[in-house]
C-alpha cells in the first residue's frame, strides 16, 4: 500500500514482470487491485495509491485484508516526495489494520532511494523511524512487528527487502532455517540461500547475518549463469532436463558458489571456502540431501 | 582515428581495460595520442595509438606527425559515428587518412566501425545506414578494401567486431585453429570455444554443428566480463564456471596463459569428470606452442 506513485506497482513488476526498472517509469496509476503469486503459495497484493487514507474512499478496502496469520503488510514511501502525506496515511492504516490483527507485521520500504547520497539515505531512515515510533507510542500503537528498508528499483535492494518480508511467511520457514544451519556447518560453508529462480528473491538461509554485497553478488552469479544456460538452450529437450543442475563457479581464492537446483523454481546457492578435495564430494553429496527434503517440505506449485 | 566524440576511446576502454558500458560516460576527450600496449594471447603485443579526434590534434598528425602516426601501421580503425551532422566532414578525414596510410604503410588492414547503432531502433533502418556507408566507403578507399562493421557498446556488436580484428592479427592462428579442432573431435564435444584471458575477445570457435552464429559466443564474453568485474568488488577474482545437467556439460576454465576454454558437451553418455581431465591433457600440448 502507499500514496499513489509511490513506486507500488513499478517495484512489483521489476520483482516479478522482470521489467526493467527504466520502462517502469511511465506506468498508469493502478486502478484496482492486483495480485502476484509466488511460489510455495505466498500471495503479493498491489493496491491503487489512494490519496487518504482517512477518507470515505478508503472504506472501499475492507479491513478483512489484514486478517490472517500469515500476512504482512508493505507500506512504500517515496523517500524524494511528500513523507508527511505518507505518513499520516500510514498510521491510518495501521489503526485499522491493528484493530484487526494486532500482531501483523508491518514493513516499510522507503523507496526511490537512487540518486541519494549515503548519507543523506541513513537521515531520512532515522527521520522516518523517529516519527513513526513517535507516532505509534504516542497512539499506544503496537510498535514490536515494524521493519524499516532503504529501497530502489535499481538494484537488488527491493528484492533484499522483499526477501527479508516473506521470510516469516513461508510456509515452514523454521524447519527450512534448521536445514540450512546444520548444512552450513557440516558443509563449511559461509552463507546459503534459497532463491525463487524467477524473482530472485530468497525464501531461506541460514542464521549468519546476511550482507546486501553477498546477497548482491548471488543475484549477478544467477544473471551470469541464465545467459550461460541460453547458450545450451537448444540442447535441453524438455523442462524436465533442467533439474537436478549443479553449477560450480570457482573463484582464484579458494572460494566457491555452488548451485544445486532444488526443483523448477527453486534453487540453492551455498557460498564457501574449501581447503580439501575431500569437501567438495561431501558436498555434493550433502546438497543433494538437502534439496531431497526442500522438496519434500515445500508444497509444489 | 576518427572525429571528436565518435567513442574511440570509450571502445578501447570497454573492450581493453575492462570498463563496463556505463563507465564510459565518465570519459573525456583524448589529448593528442594515448598509447597502450596490450598483450593479446600471449606473444602478440599490441600498441594501440587512440588518436583525439579534436581539430587542433588532427591538424598536427596529418602535417607534422604523418610519418610517426602513419608509419609501421598494421591496421587502421576508422570510427565513424552513426549520430554525426557532418558526414562530409568525416569523409573528407577518412580519405586524408588513406592519403598518408598508402604513403606510409600501404599493406595496412583498414576497419571502418560505424559506431553507436544503438541510436537507431529499428533493425531495417540499421542495416539500411550500414548500406548507405558500406557503398560510399567502397568508393573512396580504391587500394585498401575495408572491412565495415555497425557497433555499439550497449551489445555484444563491438566484441563481434574487436574479435575480428585481432583475429587476423594471431601469428599462428591457422595452428591453434586446427589444434582446436583435433582436440573438438577427440573429446566428442558439442561445441569448442577459446576466448582471449584479458578481454575475452573470442579468438576462435569449432561446434559440431557448423551452423552456429558466433554471436552466441559474444553475448558470453559480455556476460563473463562484467562478471568478472562484478567478482573482483567483492575481493574474489573469477576463474571458472562449471554447469552440469542431464541435458549438457559447460565448462569454462582458465587454458593457457593467455586464454580461457569454453567447452560444451551435449552427450548423456560423457561424463564431465572425463571432459576435465581431457582439458587438463590438452592444457599441457596447447601450452607447448601457444
Known sequence: MGVPRSGKTSLLSVIFDRAQPYDTLGMLPTQQRTSYHMVTGITVYDFPGIDDYSEMQYNTVSASVYEGQHTSLVYVIDSQGDVQTALSSLFSIIRTAQSVNPDIPINIFINKVDGLSEELRQDIQQDIQNRVMKN???????????????????????????????????PKYSSLENIMNSFCSKSSLDKVFLFDIATKVYLATDSSPTDSQTYMFSCQTLDTIEELSYLCANYVSSDEDSVMQRIVVGMETSAKVFIYQVNSYLTLLCIGSLQFARQDSLLEFNGSKVAKAIRQILPPS | MGRSGAGKTSMRSLIFSNYSAGDTRRLGATIDVEHTTVQFMGELNLNIWDCGGQHKYLDNYLSEQKENIFGNVEVLIYVFDLETTKKESEYALYDECLLNLAAYSKDAKVYALVHKMDKVQDPEQKEARLEGYRQSLVKRSDMFTPEIFGTSIWDHTLFHAWSQIVHRMVPNMATIERHLSTFRELTEAAEVVLFERSTFLVVSHKTSDSAVPINKYLAVSQAIKTYRNSCSQVQSPFQSVEIRNKSYSLFIEPFTKSTFILVVTADPEIEPALTKANIKAARIHFNKFM
Request: zero cysteines.
Open chain 1, 136 to 170: 505509534m507510542t504516542y497512539e499506544s500503537m503496537n510498535s514490536t512487528f515494524v521493519q524499516f528498508f532503504l529501497t530502489t528499483i535499481f538494484d537488488e535492494s527491493i528484492r533484499e527487502a522483499l526477501s527479508r518480508v516473506i521470510r516469516r511467511l513461508v
